[in-house]
Nanobody, 127 residues
C-alpha cells in the first residue's frame, strides 16, 4: 500500500520556522519525485517545490524561492520542507505527493502530475 505521511505542522509565530517531513512507503522511492503543495482555506492548491529522488534535482515555484528549501533522505525514504521567515499568508494545509521525476527534469511540478498524495499537515502562522 502506497503511503505518504506528512508531519511537522503546527502553530508558529510570524518570522518563525518549521520543518515538514514526508515519509514515503509502498513504492520504489528512487523512481519518483516528491513534491510539496499547499491549500489555504478558500484558495486553490498551489505548488511549492519538488525533488527528484534519483538525482536530487529540484524545482521551486518562483514565488517560493528563498524561504522554502526541499531536501531528501533516500535512506529514510523521507523528504523535508524547511520553511523560514513564515508569514500569516503561509497558513495552509501542506501536502506531499509523489509523481514522475520527468516533471522535475522538465522544469515543472504540477499537482496534476502527481500520482499519490498524503493527507496533509496543518501549518498555522500567527501574526
Amino acid at each position: 500500500e502506497v503511503q505518504l505521511v506528512e508531519s511537522g505542522g503546527g502553530l508558529v509565530q510570524a518570522g518563525g520556522s518549521l520543518r515538514l517531513s514526508c515519509a514515503a512507503s509502498g513504492f520504489t522511492f528512487d523512481d519518483y519525485a516528491i513534491g510539496w503543495f499547499r491549500q489555504a482555506p478558500g484558495k486553490e492548491r498551489e505548488g511549492i517545490s519538488c525533488i527528484s529522488s534519483s538525482d536530487a534535482g529540484t524545482y521551486y515555484t518562483d514565488s517560493k524561492k528563498g524561504r522554502f528549501t526541499i531536501s531528501s533522505d533516500n535512506a529514510k525514504n523521507t523528504v523535508y520542507l524547511q520553511m523560514n521567515s513564515l508569514k500569516p499568508e503561509d497558513t495552509a494545509v501542506y501536502y506531499c505527493a509523489a509523481g514522475s521525476s520527468w516533471w522535475v527534469n522538465s522544469g515543472s511540478c504540477p499537482y496534476y502530475g502527481m500520482d499519490y498524495w498524503g493527507k496533509g499537515t496543518l501549518v498555522t502562522v500567527s501574526s
